[in-house]
């Protein structure tokens, strides 16, 4: 995504954060470990091209005018008093008792594997945290993520905007959620290399994520010849900014595919080693698993769909055509029994359409019911059905994405990642104020 804040004042001090006035308990009984701070108060710069960037400070900052210090040069009835206001604590900021994170790299517009698995369930958490006390929503499109694998940078850019008008259009309220670019809260990367600090060399070598990246086998080691070739610190050290990315927010919850698992449970691995060391100070997430399965690949239906097989008829990306929508889904790789069943065993192709049929339903339907009420249409009139099931889905959708992607210019996207940016950076600030505080950085 472009870079997107323009800002007139070079030095601005950042709004304090209010205080929660209510807490509540919540069903998973995540308890919580926040204590009374002062805020983190800010500084700020401006660049054309990027947006603002906060760095942390002990001490509020105080603006000196004229007035004020002839008033202190001149006793009065009142000297006292204004000095006693003056060295009043200010509000101690503090985060809500639930925060639900999660996020997404920035590929261009998601597919529909992304949408069923992931977005749609981002979606009925935000609607559902809207209706609960001291809840926050944030989602993040994760741009330092991404260049762990060399991308061209207008590229990327590009695909930044795309990412984030498809999260509005599927559903996404930025009053509701904070959403926003990774690389717009520096929180994040600061406290990625404070837990690098705490981190297992040898636990992120038995980490999945670097070695399907390189296409190695299961028991790669990072100090093989091979791999030493191959490999990046950025790529290996991954999960270290993905636990950084959940703990530097206090997030509760975390939804994520199955996948991605291993890395939540590396994050609470994280935080324990730092209260271990320093108190407790980082909340231990929990998961939320989608209860979705995974969506499979049209044209090798044992496989996860995903961008990254060669096929693009292997996916369906959400603003495809009505007319692509229809091919994609007659290539799609079924089998040459008679008739429509449901058994993902032994049909695995047909039992995936049946899967996108029931989703873009809504669930309203079974996969069982579907294929019963299927069962004696012939595969090309299966599949027409299906088609044209996931088209009225995914119609609404295809066109806000389009109307959010050019909305006043593009001017309306860059403000709506600038505010999410500002709202995600005052919530980390109060983690990272209690970090470099127990570490003895402030």
Known sequence: MRGVNICSASRLTAPKPQPVTSSRSFSRNISTFWHSQRPCPVKQRSRSTTARFFQTSSSPRQTFSPDCASSAREPSSTSSESHNISQSQPSTPKQPSKVIFSGIQPTGVPHLGNYLGALRQWVKLQNEAAEEPDTAVLYSIVDLHAITIRQDPAQLRQWKRESLATLLAVGLDPDKSMLFYQSNVSAHSELMWILCCTASMGYLSRMTQWKSKLNLPEDASPIAELTKSKLKAGLFSY????????????????????????????????????????????????????????????????????????????????????????????????????????????????????????????????????????????????????????????????????????????????????????????????????????????
């Open 239 to 442: 999960p270290v900014l993905q636990a950084a990315d959940v703990l530097v927010h206090g997030a509760t919850h975390v939804p994520v595919g199955e996948d991605q698992a291993q890395h939540l449970e590396f994050s609470r691995t994280c935080a324990v080693n730092f209260n271990a060391a320093y108190g407790k100070v980082l909340r231990q997430p929990t998961t939320i698993i989608s209860p979705a399965r995974r969506v499979m690949s049209l044209r090798q239906p044992h496989l996860k769909m995903s961008k990254s097989h060669e096929d693009p008829r292997s996916r369906i990306i959400l603003t495809d055509s009505a007319n692509d929508i229809h091919a994609k889904i007659r290539a799609a790789v079924t089998d040459s029994i008679e008739g429509v069943s449901y058994d993902p065993s032994a049909r695995p192709g047909v039992s995936n359409l049946i899967e996108l049929m029931s989703h873009s339903l809504d669930g309203k339907h079974s996969c069982e019911e579907l294929a019963t009420d299927c069962e004696s249409l012939s595969m090309r009139a299966f599949k027409e059905r299906v088609a044209d099931c996931i088209i009225e889905h995914l119609q609404p959708i295809r066109e806000k994405y389009h109307d959010v992607l050019n909305a006043d210019g593009g001017r309306y996207l860059q403000e709506t990642a600038l505010k999410g940016a500002e709202r995600a950076r005052q919530n980390a600030a109060v983690t990272m104020t209690r970090v470099r505080e127990a570490v003895g950085l402030d």
